[in-house]
């Protein structure tokens, strides 16, 4: 069974960028573009921010890219803001769908 | 505007059943692949089951293989999952997602919570 592995926790201040790594098992991650990622901000839905590894969804800002290196992607947030206070959890399909473990973004 | 409105959540028994629903507004429900995903209490997010536009294909989690049964009826802009043998570790939010075509889910609802205890 494919898993795919986020650090637990990731902080940064107001105005800097972070980044959260997934990386994959299996190959999926690295050979096929199905890796998305979510935001979800607590007692809240989730919310797709990025699909296809690098897209973003209408309405997304900009300050979101996603990116690739071999079986591991990545969510950069540039120019941190308390509003991005939240979890955010990679996704890819590999047979079927698997979620990372979720990583909890604190602005400090 | 897209909207999901779940519902059929609740406390049940282990071994009981419920049946969730999900209801669409706002785009061609019969278009779109849809999706159930859930969330224990404080933990991170599952998916458990998938359906194609027509209803002819379904995939489901292995933790939840033989006990959950996605359907769907379009004429209704309905989305159903019928949960049976239902035991203390599924307890969780359940979740409407719709498929955006790309392997992703861009619109999600409120969730209903299902509670597994005695």
């Known amino acids: 069974q494919s898993a795919l592995t986020q650090p637990a926790s990731v902080s940064g201040s107001p105005g800097q960028s972070i980044t959260i790594s997934c990386t994959g098992t299996t190959s999926y991650v690295g050979n096929y573009n199905l890796v998305s990622w979510y935001q979800q901000h607590p007692g809240k839905a989730p919310k797709l921010i990025i699909y296809e590894v690098t897209n973003r969804p209408s309405g997304v800002s900009n300050r979101f890219s996603g990116s690739r290196s071999g079986n591991t992607a990545s969510l950069t947030i540039s120019g941190l803001q308390a509003e991005d206070e939240a979890d955010y959890y990679c996704?890819?399909?590999?047979?079927?769908?698997?979620f990372g473990g979720g990583t909890k973004v604190t602005v400090l | 505007e897209v909207q999901m409105v779940e519902s059929g959540g609740g406390l049940v028994q282990p071994g009981g059943s419920l049946r969730l629903s999900c209801v669409a507004s706002?785009?061609?429900?019969?278009?779109?692949?849809m999706n159930w995903v859930r969330q224990a209490p404080g933990k991170g997010l599952e998916w458990i089951s998938y359906?194609?536009?027509?209803?002819?294909?379904?995939y489901y989690a292995d933790s939840v293989k033989g006990r959950f049964t996605i359907s769907r009826d379009n004429a209704n802009n309905s989305l159903y999952l019928q949960m049976n043998s239902l035991r203390v570790e599924d307890t969780a939010i359940y979740y409407c997602?719709?498929?955006?075509?790309?392997?992703?889910?861009?619109?999600w609802g409120q969730g209903t919570l299902v509670t597994v205890s005695s």
């Open positions: 359906i194609s536009s027509r209803g002819s294909s379904m």
């Open positions: 706002g785009f061609t429900f019969r278009s779109y692949e």
């Open positions: 997602a719709r498929d955006d075509g790309g392997n992703s889910w861009d619109h």
């Open positions: 996704c890819s399909y590999a047979g079927t769908w698997f």
